[in-house]
Nanobody
Framework: QVQLVESGGGSVQAGGSLRLSCVAS????????MGWFRQAPGKEREGVAA???????DYADSVKGRFTISALIDEHKMYLQMDRLQPEDTAMYYC????????????????WGQGTQVTVSS
């Protein structure tokens, strides 16, 4: 199955920025949807942003205007530019992908990376 590897996480102060990257390898032909999800300690995994080959993009309300998703699906790469980070953005961030158009929901994506930690201090 497709393998997804995230990078770019780290620790920043509130108001700072980070750029996450996701690279897909093996069985990448036909990938259609890619997304970023996050999970904070003690909380359920939630969607951050998703994009698809047809150009549709979704953002969680909590990150609209601060985060920007971009993807070169044919090149098997996806990015998340995170600006004006806040302590509530602290979480493990996961890259997800699927071979079909998927709604912006955790349960809809079939393939997941191991995650990269983002910590925002106040």
């Amino acid at each position: 199955q497709v393998q997804l590897v995230e990078s770019g996480g780290g620790s920043v102060q509130a108001g700072g920025s980070l750029r996450l990257s996701c690279v897909a390898s093996k069985y990448t032909r036909g990938l259609y949807s890619m997304g970023w999800f996050r999970q904070a300690p003690g909380k359920e995994r939630e969607g951050v942003a998703a994009t698809r080959r047809d150009g549709t993009i979704d953002y969680a309300d909590s990150v609209k205007g601060r985060f920007t998703i971009s993807a070169l699906i044919d090149e098997h790469k996806m990015y998340l530019q995170m600006d004006r980070l806040q302590p509530e953005d602290t979480a493990m961030y996961y890259c997800a992908a699927d071979y079909f158009w998927r709604p912006f929901q955790v349960r809809e994506f079939s393939h997941w990376g191991q995650g990269t930690q983002v910590t925002v201090s106040s």
